[in-house]
C-alpha cells in the first residue's frame, strides 16, 4: 500500500520515466556501433585537429598503385627455369667445325649455349632447382661472329627456357605477394596539429580510417554500455532542466509526450541516415525541433532542447565537429528568424535567410580546412539546403503536432485571438458590453504577464474566451444592460446567482461546440475559482440571515493551476470592480484593486497557481498604473 502511495505521489515522474526508456530505447537501436573515424582530410591540407596517435596496432596497406608497381617488378624480373641438353654429339655429328680441335665442342657443352643472354636482373635456375650462372656462356650469334660461320648454320643451344616452370614459378610469387608495407604501432604519432599532410601521413590516415570501418561488425561491449550511460545522462539533464525551469510541461502528459517525441525522433533520424553510405545525416531537417518546440512552449526552452539534441548525437557521428557546428550556428539562426512568423511570405524569407547562414558557415569551413570542391565535399552543403526547405511545410506539420498530442501551438493561438473568429464575432454582436470587457480583461493580462513572464498570447487568447459563457443569457449581466431596470429584478437572490454561476459552464458548452482547445477552455473554468458571486450572497445573506444555502452562491471552479490562469482571474476582477466604481480617482483605483487582490489572496484562490507574493506585488502596481491610464487619472494640481 505504502509502495502504491508513494508511485501515486510521484506520478509525473513515473510516466516521465517511462517515456524516457522508450525515448531510449529506441536511440539506442538506432546508433551504429562500429568504430567512427571523425576527421576530414586530404593531401596537402594543414592538420587543424588535436595530436592523433594510432589507438592500437594498424597495418600499412599498399596502395593500389604500389601493389601494380610491385606485380610488374615480379613480372619483369620474374626467376627463369631451364632445360639442359647434351648437343656434343650432334655438334660432331654436324662438323660444323671442321677446321679446329675437336675439344671446342666440349667447351661449349661445359660452359653452355644459350639462345640469348637473359638481363642480370633475373635469377637463373636449372629445372631442379640448381642455380645457373652464364657469364661465360654462348650465344649461336657470338660463336659465328666469332668463327666466321655461315648464316644457315643452325647451333643447337644446351639451355632452353622452360616456359612451364617459369610461369608456374611467377605465379607462385605473385599470389605470395605481401599486401602490406609495414605496421603502425600503437601509441605512435600519426599527425600533429598544425603540420601538413604528406603522402606518408595520408596513407596512414587512410590505413586508420581502414582499421576503423573493417570493426564495423565487432561486438563492443564497453561501447554500448557507454552508449547506455550517455544517453540516460542526457535524459537526466532534461529532466533536471524541465523539473527547475518547466514543471507544468512534466505535469502535462500531451506536452511531455510531444516534446520527448520531438527530439527522439530527431535524434533516431540523423542516427539512421549516418548509418547508411547513401544517406546523409546534413539532410535531415534538425531544424524543425527548434521551431516546433518554440510553437508550442518558448524560445528558451528551444535553444536548450536542441543543444541536448546535437550532444546527443555528437559522439555517434563522423566529422562531428563539423556537423554540430553548422547545425547549432543554423538553430540560432532560425530561431531568430522564425519568431513570430504567421505568414508564409515571411516563413519564404525567413528560409532564404537560414540557408544562407548555412551556406556561409559551410564556406568557412571549406575554407579553414582547405577542402577540395569536389562531389563528395560539397555533399553536407547540398544536404543542409535541401533539408532546411521543410521550414516551408512547418505549417501543416504544426497542425498534425497538435491533432496527434492535443496540445495547442501559438499559430493556433493566434487565429483564435482574432476577434473575426466566429465565436468572438458573436460575442461582439450578442453580448457587446461583455465583448468590451474582455478586450480591457485581455489587454490588462498581457500587460502583467509581460511584467512577470509567462505566455502572453496564452494569456491573451484565454481572456478574451473567459466569459464566453454569457452570450447565452447576456441581458443579465450588468454589462450589456441598456436600461435602468434589470431582469434580475423578477428573479430571487438564488435564481440570479444560478445565471451568473451558470455562465461558466455554458462557456465551457459553447467552446467545446467550437472545438476551441482546452489549454483556452481552462481559462473560462477557473476565471472565477471558488469564489463567491458577492452581491446577490450579500443580498441573499441580509434578508436570510440564518439561512444555510451560501454555498449555492458559490462558482463550482477549479481554481486557477497556473500562472496564466491566475493572472486571468485577478485581471477580470479588477476590471470588472473598477469599472463600477462611480468617481474613479487615483486613490479608489488603487484601494479597489488592494481589496480584490487581497481578497483573492485571502480566501486562497491563488493558492493551486505558480505565481509568488513578489509576482503578484509586481502585477497590483502594473494594474494601478494601467487602470490609471485607462480611465485618464491626472494629480489634482494646486489652485494658482
Not at 643452325?154 to 608456374?168: E, G, H, M
Not at 446567482?497 to 482546452?518: F, N, Q, R, T
Not at 481552462?522 to 458571486?533: E, K, L
Request: glycine residues 4%; proline residues 4%; aromatic residues 12%.
Amino acid at each position: 500500500m505504502k509502495a502504491l502511495n508513494w508511485i501515486q505521489s510521484r506520478q509525473k515522474w513515473v510516466y516521465f520515466t517511462l517515456v524516457a526508456l522508450v525515448g531510449a530505447l529506441a536511440i539506442y537501436l538506432s546508433i551504429p556501433f562500429s568504430a567512427q573515424f571523425q576527421y576530414d582530410y586530404r593531401l596537402g591540407q594543414v592538420w587543424l585537429e588535436d595530436d592523433l596517435y594510432a589507438p592500437t596496432d594498424v597495418v600499412l596497406p599498399k596502395s593500389v598503385d604500389d601493389l601494380e608497381t610491385d606485380r610488374s617488378l615480379l613480372i619483369e624480373n620474374k626467376d627463369l627455369l631451364y632445360d639442359y641438353h647434351f648437343r656434343k654429339e650432334v655438334w660432331e655429328e654436324q662438323s660444323i667445325l671442321d677446321t679446329l680441335s675437336i675439344d671446342q665442342y666440349k667447351i661449349w657443352q661445359e660452359s653452355g649455349v644459350i639462345e640469348s643472354l637473359p638481363s642480370a636482373n633475373h635469377r637463373l635456375f636449372l629445372y631442379d632447382g640448381t642455380l645457373l650462372d652464364f657469364t661465360s656462356s654462348f650465344t649461336p650469334n657470338s660463336i659465328q661472329a666469332k668463327h666466321g660461320l655461315e648464316e644457315g648454320v643452325v647451333i643447337l643451344p644446351t639451355y632452353t627456357l622452360n616456359t612451364a616452370l617459369t610461369d608456374s614459378a611467377l605465379q607462385f610469387k605473385l599470389q605470395a605477394l605481401t599486401l602490406n608495407k609495414g605496421i603502425l604501432t600503437s601509441g605512435t604519432p600519426v599527425v600533429l596539429r598544425g603540420a601538413t599532410i604528406t603522402t606518408e601521413k595520408f596513407e596512414m590516415l587512410k590505413a586508420l580510417e581502414r582499421s576503423f570501418d573493417a570493426s564495423a561488425n565487432e561486438l563492443n561491449w564497453s561501447a554500448r554500455v557507454g552508449a547506455v550511460l550517455y544517453i540516460l545522462l542526457m535524459f537526466f539533464a532534461l529532466a533536471v532542466y524541465l523539473h527547475v525551469h518547466y514543471p507544468h510541461l512534466i505535469a502535462h502528459s500531451s506536452s511531455l509526450n510531444l516534446y520527448l517525441f520531438t527530439i527522439v525522433t530527431a535524434v533516431v533520424a540523423t542516427l539512421w541516415f549516418s548509418a547508411f553510405e547513401v544517406l546523409n545525416p546534413y539532410a535531415v531537417p534538425l531544424l524543425l525541433v527548434p521551431v516546433i518546440i518554440r510553437s508550442f512552449f518558448n524560445d528558451r526552452l528551444a535553444l536548450f532542447s536542441y543543444f541536448v539534441l546535437l550532444l546527443m548525437v555528437a559522439p555517434f557521428l563522423s566529422g562531428a565537429v563539423h556537423f554540430m557546428t553548422v547545425q547549432f550556428a543554423a538553430g540560432l539562426a532560425t530561431l531568430f528568424n522564425i519568431r513570430g512568423i504567421y505568414k508564409r511570405s515571411q516563413l519564404v524569407q525567413s528560409t532564404l535567410r537560414i540557408m544562407a547562414v548555412l551556406f556561409l558557415v559551410h564556406l568557412s569551413i571549406h575554407l579553414i580546412r582547405e577542402t577540395e570542391w569536389n562531389a563528395t565535399n560539397l555533399l553536407p552543403l547540398i544536404s543542409s539546403l535541401i533539408g532546411t526547405l521543410v521550414l516551408l511545410f512547418i505549417f501543416p506539420l504544426i497542425y498534425f503536432f497538435e491533432r496527434t498530442f492535443g496540445v495547442v501551438s501559438d499559430l493556433t493561438l493566434l487565429e483564435l485571438s482574432d476577434t473575426n473568429n466566429p465565436l468572438l464575432k458573436r460575442l461582439s454582436k450578442e453580448a457587446p458590453g461583455t465583448f468590451q470587457h474582455t478586450m480591457q480583461v485581455a489587454n490588462l493580462a498581457e500587460h502583467a504577464t509581460e511584467l512577470v513572464g509567462g505566455n502572453t498570447l496564452l494569456v491573451r487568447t484565454g481572456a478574451l474566451y473567459h466569459d464566453i459563457g454569457k452570450i447565452l443569457n447576456p441581458q443579465y449581466f450588468t454589462e450589456n444592460q441598456s436600461s435602468i431596470s434589470s431582469p434580475h429584478d423578477e428573479l430571487s437572490h438564488l435564481e440570479s446567482a444560478e445565471i451568473i454561476i451558470s455562465h461558466v459552464d455554458d462557456g465551457i458548452e459553447l467552446a467545446k461546440k467550437y472545438k476551441i482547445p482546452d489549454i483556452v477552455i481552462d481559462f473560462i473554468r477557473t476565471h472565477h475559482g471558488t469564489s463567491r458571486v458577492e452581491y446577490f450572497y450579500r443580498k441573499y445573506k441580509t434578508d436570510h440571515p440564518d439561512a444555510d444555502q451560501f454555498n449555492q452562491f458559490q462558482y463550482p471552479g477549479p481554481k486557477p493551476f497556473s500562472k496564466e490562469t491566475a493572472i486571468v482571474m485577478m485581471s477580470d476582477a479588477v476590471e470588472a470592480s473598477t469599472r463600477s466604481i462611480p468617481e474613479k480617482s487615483q486613490q479608489s483605483l488603487s484601494d479597489m484593486i488592494d481589496q480584490v487582490i487581497d481578497h483573492q489572496l485571502s480566501s486562497g484562490q491563488l493558492d493551486n497557481a505558480d505565481i509568488t507574493l513578489k509576482e503578484i506585488h509586481q502585477i497590483r502596481e502594473a494594474f494601478k498604473k494601467f487602470m490609471r491610464g485607462v480611465y485618464h487619472v491626472r494629480i489634482s494640481y494646486p489652485e494658482a
